[in-house]
């Protein structure tokens, strides 16, 4: 079982920037692709940004695209998604998930293996 534990998450202006982490304490985080997503109350957890192991290839969900950024530290076990131009609608409950699958970028939940808790960021108007 891989511990994935996010932090960042907070309350922010719309317009306003937050950098999440999600930080894992496995050596093996270097091996899996890994993905952010969103649930906002009462939606479906929806995709953001993904990253492969090797951090040579990423993609965004059309919402965050140009606005967020994900990156990886693979020497601190740990994954960024740096979040800017926030708006209310960016409101969500955040996560982080590990695909053991390390060279596949996903956008489906169920092709992720281990999820973080979540992290809540919310966006006032």
């Known amino acids: 079982q891989v511990q994935l534990t996010e932090s960042g998450g907070g309350l922010v202006q719309a317009g306003g920037s937050l950098r999440l982490s999600c930080a894992a304490p496995?050596?093996?985080?270097?091996?899996?692709?890994m993905g952010w997503f969103r649930q906002a109350p009462g939606k479906e957890r929806a995709f953001v940004a993904a990253?492969?192991?090797?951090?040579?290839?990423?993609a965004y969900a059309n919402p965050v695209k140009d606005r967020f950024t994900i990156s990886r530290d693979n020497a601190k076990n740990t994954v960024y998604l740096q979040m800017n131009s926030l708006n209310p609608e960016d409101t969500a409950v955040y996560y982080c998930?590990?695909?053991?699958?390390?060279?596949?970028?996903?956008?489906?939940?169920?092709?992720?293996?281990?999820w973080g808790q979540g992290t809540q960021v919310t966006v006032s108007s």
């Open positions: 990253i492969t192991w090797s951090a040579t290839r990423t």
């Open positions: 496995e050596r093996t985080f270097s091996d899996y692709a």
């Open positions: 998930a590990a695909n053991i699958r390390g060279a596949v970028l996903s956008g489906a939940p169920e092709h992720y293996n281990y």
